[in-house]
């Protein structure tokens, strides 16, 4: 294992604070206060899942925000691994990984300084056996789970990386990710500005078509239909049914107003324990409109029990994933996220992040992740985005700089009507 693998909390990086930088909406002009990853030279980084969507644009991502990284595409098709590797260059390898063999898992791990987990779907997921490979190797780890249970139970394993002194980021990619850390935010200023106390936490987020994810995403949106959502009301869990609760959302500039729906995501659990915030929800929907009143048909027609079962909802992926291809090519890949923040003095502020392709935001979103632990942001132990500054992020500025590299819009800590395409006027000249 190399060095920086056995001293992760003695680096230490000099950022513009986000407050300075918060009312520039340009993303050009704060993509200028990234710092080069420095720090993260040479460095030896196993993704597993690399020759899908998002393990591939996470790696693509990687080598260009820091291009002597050592890279290794993990899958079990040569074939695709050779493509991948081809497009990256002389600095990748493609390395044949069976994530559900332990033996293999551990020696694919044995000689890197951080694993990223993007071999999906996480849903219904029995165990957490890459991580406790990494635990047992001794390697960083990240993934982009996006499965409330698998979260959670990543979570429990914080004693074991302790132990073996290594940093745990679980949810690190875009949305839970990067939307954790755009709460988090809110929070952190919300509080630090007033003496109010934040009080609703909302996340809704939007992506045309699939996103251009590939077939993971699709098994995703399928499988999270099976589940019942989790949010809170005034600090009282509440169950409500997946894909209903509709509310309309203008997500600003460049994408306007969004039909969105409730889905049990995993940020929702993790905010209200970590930032401590009452009442919480989170939303999603996606273009064209068919495919929400798709996604409505099936939560309401389908069994539960047909939905968390991954060989049928496998079925159903190959069966509707040619239509989703054709159909990509006319909706494009537009993402949004947008993160709602209200407090108990009235304050309301709003975060928006939203990029042409999903496929490649999510890669910077990700690499992002994966380049602050290997310069030493994170502290050992498992961690959520969200959590406290110098424990999980240590430099939240320079991640959200990375992450939204290629926005077309992004915004922190603004009123609603100063995003809104469309903010409505309560009189006066008044907006809300």
Same mark, same amino acid.
């Given at each position: 294992?190399?060095?920086?693998?056995?001293?992760?909390?003695?680096?230490?990086?000099?950022?513009?604070?986000?407050?300075?930088?918060?009312?520039?909406?340009?993303?050009?002009?704060?993509?200028?206060?990234?710092?080069?990853?420095?720090? /993260?030279? %040479?460095?030896? *980084?196993?993704?597993? #899942? =690399?020759?899908?969507?998002?393990?591939?644009?996470?790696?693509?991502?990687?080598?260009?925000?820091?291009?002597?990284?050592k890279l290794f595409v993990a899958g079990?098709?040569?074939?695709?691994?050779?493509?991948?590797?081809?497009?990256?260059?002389?600095?990748?390898?493609?390395?044949?990984?069976?994530?559900?063999?332990?033996?293999?898992?551990?020696?694919?791990?044995?000689?890197v300084d951080l694993v990223v987990h993007a071999a999906g779907p996480f849903q219904q997921a029995g165990n957490c056996n890459v991580l406790e490979a990494a635990i047992q190797t001794k390697t960083a780890y990240l993934d982009v789970c996006d499965d409330?249970?698998?979260?959670?139970?990543?979570?429990?394993?914080?004693?074991?990386?302790? /132990?073996? %002194?290594?940093? *745990?980021?679980?949810? #690190? =990619?875009?949305?839970p990710g990067v939307s954790n850390v755009m709460a988090a935010e809110l929070v952190?200023?919300?509080?630090?500005?007033?003496?109010?106390?934040?009080e609703r936490l909302r996340f809704y987020y939007y992506t045309a078509g699939s996103g251009g994810a590939g077939p993971t995403i699709l098994a995703t949106s399928f499988l999270l239909l099976g589940e019942d959502v989790i949010a809170y009301n005034k600090g009282t869990e509440i169950k409500l049914k997946p894909y209903s609760g509709m509310l309309s959302i203008d997500f600003g500039i460049g994408v306007g107003k969004k039909d969105v729906y409730l889905l049990n995501l995993p940020e929702v659990s993790s905010a209200h324990k970590i930032l401590g915030i009452p009442s919480v929800s989170a939303r999603f929907g996606t273009d064209p409109i068919f495919w929400n009143w798709g996604m409505i048909a099936m939560a309401n027609l389908l069994p539960a029990e047909f939905l968390r079962d991954r060989s049928k909802v496998q079925q159903l992926v190959q069966l509707f994933d040619p239509l989703v291809r054709a159909v990509d090519q006319i909706?494009?890949?537009?993402?949004?996220?947008?993160?709602?923040?209200?407090?108990?003095?009235?304050?309301?502020?709003?975060?928006?992040?939203?990029?042409?392709?999903?496929?490649k935001s999510v890669g910077n979103s990700t690499a992002a992740f994966a380049l602050a632990i290997l310069e030493g942001s994170t502290k050992p132990g498992v961690w959520f985005p969200e959590e406290p500054e110098g424990i999980a992020i240590e430099a939240r500025e320079t991640l959200l700089g990375r992450a939204t590299q290629g926005t077309i819009n992004f915004v922190m800590d603004k009123a609603p009507w100063m995003v809104e395409t469309a903010p409505k006027e309560i009189g006066f000249g008044i907006y809300g």
């Open positions: 294992m190399a060095s920086l693998c056995m001293n992760w909390t003695n680096t230490r990086m000099t950022v513009t604070p986000l407050a300075a930088v918060k009312d520039n909406n340009n993303a050009d002009t704060y993509r200028d206060r990234v710092e080069l990853p420095e720090k /993260a030279k %040479n460095s030896r *980084v196993l993704i597993l #899942g =690399g020759t899908g969507r998002v393990g591939g644009s996470t790696a693509i991502a990687l080598s260009k925000l820091c291009p002597d990284l079990r098709n040569r074939e695709k691994g050779a493509a991948m590797v081809a497009k990256l260059g002389k600095n990748s390898e493609f390395a044949e990984v069976n994530i559900d063999d332990k033996g293999s898992l551990e020696a694919a791990l044995k000689d409330t249970s698998y979260a959670f139970r990543a979570k429990s394993y914080m004693n074991e990386a302790l /132990a073996a %002194n290594i940093p *745990v980021i679980t949810t #690190g =990619g875009i949305y952190r200023i919300a509080v630090n500005e007033s003496e109010s106390k934040p909706s494009g890949e537009c993402v949004s996220i947008r993160v709602d923040l209200e407090c108990t003095d009235g304050r309301h502020r709003v975060g928006i992040f939203s990029h042409k392709r999903l496929s």
